[in-house]
């Protein structure tokens, strides 16, 4: 057998037999999300599917659209079979087969061939999935990987007030008259456009507009800013509501947006351009262009912008410090930190931080025990560090204990201490409200994590009484 086999016909539906026999393979007790296989030719591909009651946006049958990956509990990981053949298939030529099934319905209908354009590695009631963000395409084509579109869009200076009115400061759309219908009754959200042309080239590119392509907004020798198309509208009633300019016709939401972008130079490079570094019209870049960016299976996020928050934070960002924080346990602990982050560096940090620390305590406060849930499953306990972050402490797990809220709130403000063995100290304040609710906890040990490289170390232990003013032997 050779992909794609013959009898396998967009519309037509299939039992679970029926797609073991055309594709001579076996799925086990029944079918599941990412299925990779390797034909008789040696060609790798992939059977997915989605039903209508998973974790799938509302156009899954057509067009774009997320596709989330494989793992139900705990961290995905790029090391199962399924998300790693789709992480393949973001940047090298593997068809991927796709199968829907309506709830109610018995047989899997097939939908068509669609491609990996991107990824995304982000946090989802509590842990870090793959949204996988697929497209359909012509069956005659399914071996043709694209990217999503990238434009340079220059701000003119005559222009960056309406830039902050309507992108860098999100909208009301109900506080506009005579939108179009795509754009009514959308709260939170940004909006950009284009003026209509005489130039062929810029007629082309905005001819090309499309839902996910990638924007870099470029102002006074920088970009400033960027994120991803969202709804793309044409006309001339959006531009003059909303900046009372009529010839901006093609207008489009503005989603994923960031400020954290990455030097115009070093894009440049990327790019391969030569010269200077300058937008001087709305450009859209070169497919090859964009395609020689994602060199080592990045995804253009990764490749275009920092992070400054955590919705922009990569995967490979966020591994880099955790094994970072994995490794520093089995070294001497140092009290200050002595490296200076960059702001992408520093997100990646805390969240690396606070998960170790959370992680190593199994969700439970140290001191009371603890462990309670929000009704999305979210734990409460946060990280704590020991010796203050504000004062240069380091994000070290032997810095960090976790602590329910009130009881972060209680040692943040100097209400108790913890001795060299892990005791509880808790101040002697009789008169003040609160007392007899902490007191309860002199002298318990706290509740620790199994393993010694995880728990309080003694350097950042007494750099904390000192800090507070405790003075334990007294």
């Known amino acids: 057998m050779k992909v794609p086999p013959t009898g396998l016909h967009e519309g037509d539906k299939f039992s679970q037999e029926d797609i073991e026999e055309l594709f001579e393979t076996g799925f086990g007790y029944q079918i599941t999300g990412i299925n990779p296989r390797t034909d008789d030719s040696g060609q790798k591909y992939v059977l997915l599917f989605a039903k209508e009651d998973g974790p799938y946006d509302d156009s899954v049958q057509s067009g774009r659209f997320t596709y989330i990956g494989e793992g139900l509990t705990g961290d995905q990981t790029e090391k199962s079979p399924g998300n790693a053949n789709l992480l ?116 082309n590119a905005l001819d090309q507009l499309h839902t996910g392509d990638y924007l870099l907004f470029y102002h006074d020798g920088e970009f400033i800013a960027g994120g991803r198309i969202g709804r793309v509208v044409t006309g001339s009633s959006a531009g003059e ?81 955790r094994q970072a924080i994995k490794e520093q346990a089995h070294s001497a602990p140092q009290l200050l ?41 979210n734990p409460e306990v946060e990280a704590a560090h020991i010796y203050p972050r504000s004062e240069g402490g380091r994000d070290d797990i032997r810095n960090g204990i976790a602590l329910c809220k009130l009881h972060h709130w209680a040692f943040d403000t100097g209400w108790f201490t913890i001795t060299d063995e892990h005791e509880i100290f808790v101040l002697d304040a009789h008169d003040l409200d609160g007392y007899e609710e902490f007191s309860k906890y002199h002298g318990e040990q706290l509740k620790l994590p199994d393993t010694e490289e995880e728990r309080p170390h003694e350097v950042y232990l007494k750099a904390s009484r000192d800090y507070y003013g405790f003075d334990i032997d007294e």
């Not at 305590?361 to 999305?376: D, F, H, I, L, T």
Request: contains cysteine; proline residues 3%; negative net charge.
């Open 88 to 203: 393949q298939a973001a940047t090298e030529t593997v068809p991927i087969f796709f199968f829907y099934k309506g709830t109610g319905d018995r047989k899997w209908r097939y939908q068509g061939v669609v491609d990996v354009e991107d990824y995304d590695y982000v946090e989802r009631g509590g842990r870090m999935v793959y949204e996988f963000e697929m497209r359909y395409v012509d069956h005659r084509d399914h071996g043709n990987v694209t990217s999503p579109g990238l434009y340079l869009i220059p701000i003119s200076s005559d222009w960056v007030d309406h830039f902050t009115q309507t992108v860098s400061t999100p909208v009301d759309t109900t506080e506009y008259g005579q939108l179009p219908a795509e754009l009514t009754g959308i709260d939170n959200v940004r909006i950009w456009g284009a003026t209509t042309t005489d130039s062929a080239k810029k007629q």
């Open 241 to 321: 509501a909303l900046w009372g300019e009529p010839l901006s016709q093609y207008v489009f939401t503005v989603t994923q947006y960031t400020s954290a972008v990455r030097p115009i130079s070093e894009i440049w490079s990327a790019l391969g351009y030569s010269g200077r570094e300058v937008v001087q019209g709305f450009t859209r870049v070169a497919d090859k262009r964009v395609t020689s960016l994602r060199a080592g299976k990045q995804s253009l996020r990764q490749v275009l912008f920092t992070c400054d928050t955590e919705e922009n934070l990569s995967r490979e960002e966020l591994d880099h410090e």
């Open 337 to 377: 930190e002595d490296v200076e982050y960059t702001k992408s560096e520093r997100v990646a940090r805390d969240r690396a931080f606070s998960e170790a620390v959370k992680t190593a305590y199994e969700n439970r406060c140290a001191v009371c025990g603890a462990k309670r849930k929000s009704p999305a499953g």
